[in-house]
Nanobody
C-alpha cells in the first residue's frame, strides 16, 4: 500500500514557474514507477510525465516537453514536477500517481495509487 501526499501548486502568471511535490509513504517507493497527470474541468485525466523507478528514464507529453521536468529522490520518498514557462492551458488539477508494473504508461486507469490533487492556475 502506498499513500501519496501532494504539495505545491497555486496561482502563477504565464511564463512563471512552479514546483509540485509528492511524498510517498511505505517502504517500497523506490520500486514504483511514478507519474504526473492533470485534469482540466470537463476533461479527462491526461498524462503529463513519468519516471522509472531509478530515475534513469523519463517520458513527457508533447505539450510539456522542454518545459516540465520530472524527478524523484528515493532517499526522501518524494517525486517532483518542476514546471517552467507555464501557459494558461497548463491550468488544471495535477495528480501524482504510482504503479508497480515496471513501465510508464499514459493511460490513467493503469495506475494504482493517486495523490489528492493540487490546483495549478496560470493567468494570462
Amino acid at each position: 500500500q502506498v499513500q501519496l501526499v501532494q504539495s505545491g501548486g497555486g496561482l502563477v502568471q504565464a511564463g512563471g514557474s512552479l514546483r509540485l511535490s509528492c511524498a510517498a509513504s511505505g517502504r517500497f517507493f523506490s520500486s514504483y514507477v511514478m507519474g504526473w497527470f492533470r485534469q482540466a474541468p470537463g476533461m479527462e485525466r491526461d498524462f503529463v510525465a513519468g519516471i522509472a523507478w531509478n530515475g534513469r528514464k523519463t517520458s513527457y507529453a508533447d505539450s510539456v516537453k522542454g518545459r516540465f521536468i520530472i524527478s524523484r529522490d528515493n532517499a526522501k520518498n518524494t517525486l517532483y514536477l518542476q514546471m517552467n514557462s507555464l501557459k494558461p492551458e497548463d491550468t488544471a488539477v495535477y495528480y501524482c500517481a504510482a504503479r508497480n508494473d515496471g513501465v510508464v504508461v499514459a493511460t490513467s486507469r493503469e495506475w494504482t495509487y493517486w495523490g489528492q490533487g493540487t490546483q495549478v492556475t496560470v493567468s494570462s
